[in-house]
């Protein structure tokens, strides 16, 4: 059973920073990588930022690319999004995902992964 839980949403100003979390838990940790999504009202889910569960490569969205980064400590058995400079494009729902299945793209390795129920994020103009 693997279990995520994200956690540090809020209303934030544009250009303003904020840290998102995801508590992970699992019986097992047989992870390839974990991820950050978000879905914004009326689209689609949107990948946004991964990093490899054993080597800790990141690789990131070209919407992001440059104002979050994404981290993961084994230890506290966290991973987390820093997200700079917001703009109110930012706004939706943020999701982690777990997966333990690689595919090309990386995002397309978490459609039958492990999902956390999400955070909200409101980025005012």
């Known amino acids: 059973q693997v279990q995520l839980a994200e956690s540090g949403g809020g209303l934030v100003q544009a250009g303003d920073s904020l840290r998102l979390s995801c508590a992970y838990s699992?019986?097992?940790?047989?992870?390839?990588?974990m991820g950050w999504f978000r879905q914004a009202p009326g689209k689609e889910r949107e990948w946004l930022a991964a990093?490899?569960?054993?080597?800790?490569?990141?690789s990131y969205a070209d919407s992001v690319k440059g104002r979050f980064t994404i981290s993961r400590d084994n230890a506290q058995r966290t991973l987390s999004l820093q997200m700079n400079s917001l703009k109110p494009e930012d706004t939706g729902v943020y999701y982690c995902?777990?997966?333990?299945?690689?595919?090309?793209?990386?995002?397309?390795?978490?459609?039958?992964?492990?999902w956390g129920q999400g955070t909200q994020v409101t980025v005012s103009s």
């Open positions: 995902a777990a997966t333990s299945r690689l595919r090309i793209p990386i995002s397309a390795s978490f459609e039958s992964g492990y």
């Open positions: 990093i490899t569960w054993t080597a800790g490569i990141p």
């Open positions: 699992a019986r097992t940790f047989n992870f390839y990588a």
